[in-house]
């Protein structure tokens, strides 16, 4: 599978327009986006998004074409130093052709729906001028997720891997003046901060990685480095379980695995369209493309290969459990997406690379539109809200009105119908029911755990599959079923078709998606067999059959607490007396980021002030250097003149110079007492003793 | 004549034609005397772009050479002995580049005594580029001294309100250091027969113990101007109080003499003293990195936290200069110019709005991206530019030295006696740390709610201004060049490569000869 330098046949050259496209398309609305309307904007970028489809199918097809061979497109020189020779490749095969694929398609979709959300998001929030803004970071996305899915190398993907870092900054901190209510506040300034961070504590673990890689393995390149990693790994396998551990701190960080997936909620102060784009369809599932990309490295260490399947199912278990107990609907689907997550990493750690790439395509789809369908319900309880305001029936001023809580929600399928059956489809998707695009690529993960031995993942993950089916359902229940228990669901409007359309093409494909790989066909894993090392996954009627109970269990159990009394305003949720200090936990996220506060911002912050306050600025500036050193040094000036010095000579000449200076500059001998007129005078000296004494040897 | 029109010595002396018409020109037209400034530095940027179409990169040693006998005075051999290679070429650039920008950042922030700032400022030129193109030790200590003075005063009369006391410390801090180099000098010369480096590099053969203590000596002058931690006491107080222009010239190019020092003397001259120190040097170099970038996360004054964020970078330069390896030396040469870049930038953007608003105290902004949105978006570039962003200048630099340093640390390498690959994996941790402080600056600024300034400003009838055209100009070369060492870095990479292939080789066979 090696692949050839130069692109010869199908489209191939056309590769790095998957960067040109949206770049233009961000620089076109950086300078002559202010005099297009808002139409235009949106559109102009959603049409470099699509370009970027376009040309991504044209890639496919032509890896298609060619039998599953892939090509390097060289475009430039990078970094030549020494032995360090990067350029800007790109790789064009069956992988990042899928990746490319999900990335410009869906994003695609969601400029589209931006086009719509943003033009009331901005004018629910009183600043209409930030709409072009929100198109050029998005842009900016596209093209960093297209560098970091097509580079030829660990180096030229990280550059990738941190530009979308700074995307998903910018995006979170999109409303930087406010927090996810609409106030003046730090929070979601905060919130951007906390993701860039976070995420460089994994880049740092990246970085490691490629250090490693490249003094041991000789080389960043995909290829080269995959070529010397088997005799490295039968000489000194700990090298390589070295480099695979600390990438995984890099996964943890961009995918939101235990314990960097902090970030991850708190993200979701970004616009609605950003959650579904960038922390729920693509960005997020970089770090298990990486591990994909990586397979031939993880194949040759099981002990790594153990510790990735293990993060990501612990992750998807933890996640599982604090989304039962959040009551923002946001949140919910957040700690959904940490969990799904941990379903993709489990299943590329078992070495079952198909499986989570399967489950990567399918859960873009459905997360995506449950993420967009969330924000279409958000958008029509600000209308409703609006319209209350408008029409006087205003009656709680003081309090703010979170359209984000569930608690205000309940109903809705009546007063918004369209979106109540696309968050059905979505829901059905993520729970695993058959035949929806869900069951198929979560019950691969299950069978390959399963026959591969992971007994302990596939338990883990099956509970969390149960609980994935609980939480959705309370959700469900809780947003569209029951009573209105806020005055703005009763009021709720559907929202427009530019914003539903493109949900409807997502949920098709939640529908249809797992067509892509179903059992006995294959067609993802003849796919991607062209790339790395596959093995056909086989359908167990068992493993469906359980998944399938477990999850119509939790559905159930859902519907008995919060579907058959639908919850009224005001009441506490239902399993808050039942489960008590457990539901504590699951409400507060497990204290988790208290403790890191605690254990590690914190001290960080004393360290750092202790440093500059008391090391650096009361011992070291004042005391050692005002104190220690120039004290001294006058001490020493004065009495060494006065007693041993020969007066008079030296005197004229400390009077002369004293003069000079005092003319010079009349206040600098204020702030010093005479201190520099000494100290100039000895290095005077000091010198002519020196040169003196070389003079004379 | 021929002396007058070497392209060195020109590119050197030419701002002494500005100084010499500023101190003729009559009257006191601001405007006429920021003008003759000005162009006398676009000139002397222009001869320097002359000199580099004349540079040949692939040659490895000193060219376009200018070398007149001078002093011969009881058996001294000091000559005018001018030259530029792989290491310093770069640096010039970077010197007349950041000049003419600082002058045209003073414009309307320079009110007072301007005939004597732009002398000051062309005297100070004069110094830097005699720093980087001088071949004889003797010369070099002059121009290294000389530039004291001109900043010295640059500080003292046009600086902040404890200016006297920052000008003092930097004076004599700096002094302090540079008298037991001078030492070293006169030892070398003497011995050596000849103050020219080059020839003192041929000659070689300076006993493993004399380079141990010679190495020491000039590093005490070094250290002290890089700054290396400890040593970095006078930097934040210079920093505070010295103007805009000043800071952008201390951090762009002023640092930059310490580091440079380190590879055109301290390495080449005494190379088995350079590798039996190396891991020390790492040593302190690390410590920089890790305390500067701490320090700076709890600075209250922006621009405390741009001082100290010096201490970080240039911790980073010295790390892959010790390094040995080309990863590391080259990495270390382009660091240099992306800190003059990128700290360069960052002066000028916090100078811009200092002018307005008359506070440095972070806590009193915020919330000014919605405010002024093109300072706000130029301010975001530069601050990812400094912390390291993939596809910006800053890292490029970083990771060529990070990567450079972890190799130094494998078998056979200048950090294998002590430390090993853990110096660049604590530094490493810098880069974690350069987002901490540099978010933490950005967020508190331009992020969240209004600040306090916002609604002073306001009230005293204008509010704040996004940055006007003259400002735009000023720091778009800068930006332009963040962008392009960042994607494409190889035209500067191969102006220095061969120089330093050749200095790590003579570097291999110092090691061979070790005992």
């Known amino acids: ?697 | 004549m021929e002396f007058l029109l070497q392209p060195l010595t020109l590119v050197t002396f030419f701002p002494l034609l500005g100084v010499l018409v500023l101190l003729i020109l009559p009257g006191e037209n601001k405007s006429l005397m920021r003008w003759t400034a000005l162009v006398t530095s676009l000139v002397t940027f222009g001869i320097s772009l002359w000199v580099l179409g004349m540079f040949n990169p692939s040659n490895p040693n000193l060219q376009l050479v200018a070398k007149y006998s001078w002093i011969q005075v009881a058996g001294w051999n000091i000559q005018y002995h001018m030259g530029v290679d792989g290491l310093s070429i770069l640096l010039l650039l970077l010197t007349t580049f950041l000049t003419p920008i600082s002058i045209l950042s003073t414009w309307t922030a320079v009110e007072e005594r301007v005939r004597d700032f732009m002398v000051f400022f062309l005297l100070l030129e004069v110094g830097m580029t005699g720093v980087f193109l001088a071949q004889d030790l003797f010369l070099f200590y002059i121009f290294w001294e000389f530039t004291l003075v001109p900043m010295y005063f640059l500080i003292g009369i046009w600086g902040g309100p404890r200016r006297i006391y920052a000008a003092i410390k930097f004076f004599l801090y700096t002094m302090a250091g540079s008298i037991l180099m001078l030492l070293a000098i006169l030892w070398l010369g003497i011995e050596g027969g000849t103050f020219s480096v080059p020839e003192l590099i041929a000659a070689g053969g300076i006993p493993a113990d004399i380079q141990f203590w010679l190495f020491l000596a000039f590093t005490a002058a070094f250290a002290i101007k890089v700054p290396m931690w400890p040593l970095h006491s006078w930097l934040p107080d210079a920093h505070v109080e010295a103007p805009t222009a000043g800071s952008v010239i201390l951090a762009g190019v002023l640092l930059k003499m310490g580091t440079y020092g380190f590879l055109r003397f301290n390495i080449p001259l005494f190379p088995q003293a350079a590798l039996q120190l190396a891991p020390w040097v790492a040593l302190f170099a690390t410590i920089g990195i890790l305390y500067g970038a701490a320090v700076s996360y709890a600075q209250a004054d922006v621009k405390k936290l741009v001082a100290y964020s010096s201490v970080s970078h240039l911790g980073f330069v010295m790390l892959g200069m010790f390094a040995l390896n080309s990863q590391g030396m080259q990495g270390a040469i382009l660091q240099m110019v992306n800190h003059g870049l990128s700290t360069g930038a960052l002066f000028l953007l916090v100078g811009m709005i200092y002018e307005q608003t008359h506070t440095r105290e972070i806590k009193v902004y915020g919330g000014l991206w919605k405010i002024t949105p093109i300072f706000g978006s130029v301010m975001l570039i530069v601050a990812l530019s400094s912390m390291g962003l993939p596809g910006l200048n800053g890292f490029v630099g970083e990771f060529t030295i990070l990567l450079g340093a972890w190799g130094a640390g494998m078998p056979g390498g200048a950090f294998e006696s002590f430390g090993g690959v853990w110096w660049a994996g604590l530094s490493a941790l810098g880069v974690i740390m350069a987002a901490i402080y540099i978010l933490f600056m950005f967020q508190r600024m331009f992020l969240g709610p209004e600040g306090s300034i916002v609604g002073e400003t306001r009230q005293h009838g204008h509010g704040l201004r996004d940055l006007n055209w003259r400002e735009i100009l000023t720091i778009l070369p800068l930006l332009i060049f963040i962008f392009w060492i960042g994607l494409y870095p190889k035209p500067f990479f191969d102006l220095m490569g061969p120089t330093v292939d050749n200095l790590v080789a003579a570097l291999q066979t110092a090691k061979l000869a070790m005992p």
Request: charged share 15%; net charge negative; aromatic share 14%.
């Open chain 1, 1 to 697: 599978m090696l692949l050839s330098q130069i692109p010869t046949t199908g489209f191939f050259f056309l590769a790095p327009w998957i960067v040109f496209f949206p770049v233009i398309g961000l620089l076109l609305n950086m300078l002559i986006g202010g005099r297009l309307s808002e139409k235009g904007v949106g559109w102009l970028a959603s049409g470099a998004s699509f370009a970027s489809f376009v040309v991504s199918v044209l890639l496919a097809y032509s890896v298609w074409t060619g039998q599953g061979h892939g090509e390097s497109v060289y475009l430039s020189e990078w970094m030549h130093v020494g032995a360090l020779q990067l350029d800007w490749t790109f790789r064009v095969d069956s992988l990042s052709t899928t990746m490319m694929l999900v990335v410009s398609g869906v994003g695609t979709l969601i400029h589209i729906y931006a086009i719509g959300y943003m033009h009331e998001d901005v004018r629910f929030k009183n600043d209409p001028g930030r709409y072009r803004r929100f198109f050029v970071f998005l842009n900016l996305f596209i093209a960093a997720m297209m560098i970091l899915v097509s580079g030829d190398s660990y180096m030229m993907l990280f550059v990738g891997w941190e530009g979308v870092g700074l995307c998903s900054f910018l995006l979170i901190g999109f409303w930087y003046d406010k927090d996810t209510l609409g106030r003046s506040s730090w929070a979601n300034s905060d919130a951007a901060k906390k993701a860039f961070i976070t995420n460089r504590i994994g880049d740092f673990g990246f970085l490691i990685a490629g250090f490693l890689m490249f003094w041991n393995l000789g080389s960043f390149q995909f290829d080269q480095v995959f070529e010397a990693a088997p005799a490295l790994a039968a000489t000194q396998p700990g090298i390589i379980i070295a480099i695979t551990l600390f990438m995984l701190v890099g996964v943890a960080g961009k995918s939101a695995q235990i314990p960097l997936y902090v970030w991850l909620p708190d993200a979701m102060a970004g616009p609605t369209p950003v959650s579904a784009l960038i922390h729920a369809a693509t960005m997020v599932t970089a770090g298990v493309y990486l591990i994909t990309r990586s397979a031939p490295l993880y194949t040759l260490v099981p002990e790594a290969q153990f510790v990735v399947a293990m993060t990501g199912a612990v992750t998807a278990l933890f996640a599982a459990t604090i989304a039962v107990g959040q009551y923002d609907i946001k949140k919910v689907l957040a700690y959904s997406t940490i969990s799904q997550l941990g379903f993709m990493v489990a299943a590329v750690g078992m070495g079952a690379y198909v499986a989570g790439m399967f489950h990567l395509v399918t859960h873009a789809f459905f997360k995506a539109l449950l993420f967009l369908s969330a924000g279409s319900v958000i958008l029509g309880l600000e209308r409703g809200h609006h319209h209350l305001a408008h029409h006087g029936h205003h009656d709680d001023h003081g309090e703010v009105f979170d359209p984000n809580d569930m608690r205000n929600m309940g109903g809705m399928r009546k007063t918004m119908p369209v979106t109540f059956w696309l968050y059905m489809i979505g829901t059905l998707a993520l729970a695993g029911i058959f035949p929806f695009a869900g069951f198929w690529s979560k019950d691969e993960i299950l069978a390959d755990a399963f026959r591969e031995g992971y007994t302990t993942v596939y338990w883990m993950l099956s509970i969390a599959a149960f609980f994935t089916a609980f939480y959705m359902g309370r959700q469900i229940w809780m947003v569209f079923f029951g009573q209105a228990r806020h005055e703005a669901a009763a009021h709720a409007e559907e929202s427009p078709r530019i914003i539903t359309v493109p949900l409807m093409v997502l949920a098709a494909l939640s529908v249809l998606g797992g067509a892509l790989n179903l059992p006995g066909l294959h067609t993802l894993t003849d796919w991607l067999e062209h790339t790395i090392e596959v093995h056909a996954g086989e359908f167990l009627i068992s493993v469906a059959l359980i998944s399938t109970v477990l999850a119509l269990a939790g559905v159930f159990v859902s519907w008995l607490i919060y579907g058959r009394n639908p919850l009224k305003a005001g009441q506490p949720d239902p399993l808050k007396r039942p489960l008590g200090l457990l539901f504590t936990g699951m409400e507060n996220k497990w204290f988790v980021d208290e403790g890191y506060w605690a254990v590690f911002v914190d001290r960080y912050v004393d360290l750092s002030r202790f440093l500059a306050d008391v090391i650096d600025w009361r011992f070291w500036h004042d005391w050692f250097h005002e104190k220690v050193i120039a004290g001294t040094y006058n001490w020493v000036s004065n009495i060494g003149l006065n007693l041993y010095a020969d007066q008079r000579g030296i005197d004229a000449l400390a009077n002369g110079l004293g003069t000079l200076t005092q003319n010079l500059s009349a206040s600098m001998r204020k702030v010093q007492n005479g201190f520099v007129r000494s100290y100039a005078l000895s290095v005077l000296l000091g010198v002519v003793l020196i040169l003196g004494y070389l003079l004379l040897k």
